[in-house]
């Protein structure tokens, strides 16, 4: 095991002469990418067009196992994988990388036909690339697929934020009627308790209310 996991963490290390990104911020195009294929010539060609294209490259790794393991290692901004790999092919791999990575794939595949399409069309696929992949193709689809990308992460994050401010006003809202139940307060007067609790406990409304609904005693007046 820990032969193999020196072997993964050589085989991860970017290629020379990378710079890695200091940006936190969202880059306007993928800077580190990974590259799995299990045609050597395949990889080493897409290597070296990326390379030229100014990105740094992680890999080229050979199957879908060691691409998910260089991820968790090492995590790329995108993922570029051949559709079908021993093991683990590229479809798999994609999914996975996205649902607990957030990391996009570019599958890249010699075959056309609509069920491989079809199942190109799952969770975590943002490119579809049909070989031999030119250095323009592979710019372009590159370029698409990163806006794609990070724009579903932008919807995903903000419906994620919307979610947790709506539970929050529920939480609010239940807490309200609670106080005003038991203690016979009007609903400004509950608001004006919650409020207190929260600026007293430097909490948030909505954790003061979660701490009523779960029975804790606030303050009355
Ligand atoms: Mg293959």
Redesign the pocket.
């Known amino acids: 095991m820990e032969v193999r996991a020196t072997l993964l963490q050589a085989m991860c290390l970017m290629t020379e002469g990378d710079q890695p990104t200091m940006s936190q911020a969202t880059p306007a195009t993928p800077q580190r990418i990974l590259v799995a294929?299990?045609?050597h010539l395949?990889a080493t060609g897409l290597t070296t067009s990326l390379a030229a294209l100014g990105h740094s490259v992680i890999g080229p790794v050979s199957d879908g196992e060691s691409a998910i393991d260089c991820a968790r290692q090492e995590p790329p901004d995108l993922a570029i994988l051949?559709?079908?790999?021993p093991g683990i092919g590229?479809l798999e791999a994609a999914r996975i990388l996205w649902s607990e990575m957030g990391i996009p794939t570019i599958i890249i595949s010699?075959f056309s036909d609509p069920t491989y399409i079809e199942q190109a069309q799952q969770t975590g696929v943002f490119g579809y690339l049909l070989k031999p992949v030119s250095s323009e193709n592979l710019r372009v689809t590159l370029s698409i697929a990163w806006a794609r990308a990070t724009n579903q992460a932008e919807n995903s994050a903000r419906i994620t934020q919307l979610e947790r401010t709506l539970a929050g006003r529920r939480s609010v809202e239940q807490a309200k009627w609670k106080l005003i139940e038991e203690n016979g307060l009007t609903e400004p007067q509950a608001h004006a308790m919650l409020q207190k609790a929260a600026r007293n406990g430097r909490r948030s409304l909505a954790e003061v209310a979660d701490g009523v609904l779960a029975g804790e005693a606030i303050e009355l007046g």
């Open positions: 294929d299990d045609e395949m051949d559709i079908r790999m590229g010699a």
